[in-house]
């Protein structure tokens, strides 16, 4: 069955690129009500903002949904990870500013808030998107696939110049609270080289070691250092999980990124749609349910970091 939080759960911090402090609240919402945001700094005008594929304004460094009549939210794919991590199907996000707060840079404050307040289960059952055939999208060397499969999993290659990174490769099947325990606490990340070219290009502004793995050629400048060894595949991981979570349900299918980023999916998830026959909504029984990201999740195994 479809869920959603049992209460509204609160975050405040900084916007990543935006560099502006924000309040953003997640409310529960009814049963076929789906992910929306809501500005509550504009007055004049339409301020909400559906959670859908179809919405993003393609921008290379983040996840920007956009309505028709301008009003935008940015940097979404961290919360909508989370939601999609912890089962939630439905629920209003109210923010006072243009951007999801960074917070650490993972998802894990999200899913730890979601989890805190808890899961309310609706009564109506939940709706997934099957692949029934392959599906690729490519350009500039970066190649992104939705392959059939009876479950979601999520596997990604990245190749990075810094020996920091380098060659890094995950697969992984989403379900039984796997995004939790194995991705959720990931952190953004980036090469100090591109730093001062992002800030110049006014982006980046709320960027700190605090909030994002800093690496230079074989350092990390990051305090602490990675989470886990391979920290850079597993957030691309969990980039891919909240950018997918724009289909609007589940995705029953193998997702294959190579290389690829917010614009790749988002454009994967829109040559799924536009080509007949690629994916098809199906009803979700117990069985089907059993196997979507969220379902077995337990409280006490996500990571206590945040």
């Not at 919360?79 to 199907?89: E, F, I, N």
């Not at 990051?222 to 349900?249: C, I, N, Q, S």
Request: with cysteine; proline share 6%; hydrophobic share 45%.
């Amino acid at each position: 069955m479809q869920n959603t939080l049992k209460s509204p759960v609160v975050f405040a911090g900084v916007g990543l690129h935006t560099g502006k402090t924000v309040r953003m609240a997640i409310r529960p919402a009814a049963a076929g009500h789906g992910i929306w945001f809501r500005r509550t700094d504009i007055e004049l005008g339409d301020a909400m903002i559906p959670a859908l594929y179809d919405a993003v304004d393609r921008t290379p460094l983040c996840t920007r949904i956009v309505n028709d009549s301008g009003a935008s939210v940015s940097t979404i794919e961290h919360v909508m990870a989370a939601l999609a991590g912890t089962g939630v199907h439905n629920a209003l996000i109210e923010i006072d500013g243009p951007e999801v707060p960074i917070l650490d840079g993972s998802s894990v404050p999200f899913v730890r808030g979601i989890m805190a307040r808890g899961i309310r289960q609706l009564n109506a059952p939940i709706t997934a998107w099957q692949v029934m055939k392959p599906v690729t999208v490519e350009r500039e060397g970066a190649r992104a696939t939705l392959l059939p499969a009876d479950r979601l999993r999520i596997e990604f290659h990245i190749d990075f110049a810094d020996a920091a990174i380098g060659r890094q490769s995950k697969v992984l099947d989403m379900a039984n609270g796997a995004f939790a325990r194995e991705l959720c606490d990931s952190r953004t990340f980036c090469r100090l080289a591109d730093v001062d070219t992002m800030q110049k290009n006014g982006l980046a502004l709320g960027g700190s070691l605090d909030n994002a793995v800093v690496v230079d050629g074989e350092r990390v400048l990051t305090p602490g250092g990675f989470r886990h060894h391979d920290e850079p595949v597993r957030h691309k991981m969990l980039d891919a999980l909240g950018d997918l979570a724009l289909a609007g349900g589940p995705i029953l299918g193998h997702y294959i990124g190579e290389r690829a980023g917010h614009v790749m999916t988002n454009t994967l998830l829109r040559a799924a749609f536009a080509t007949p026959g690629a994916v098809r909504p199906v009803t979700c029984d117990a069985e089907v349910a059993a196997r979507l990201p969220g379902k077995g999740l337990v409280r006490d195994e996500i990571p206590a970091v945040a």
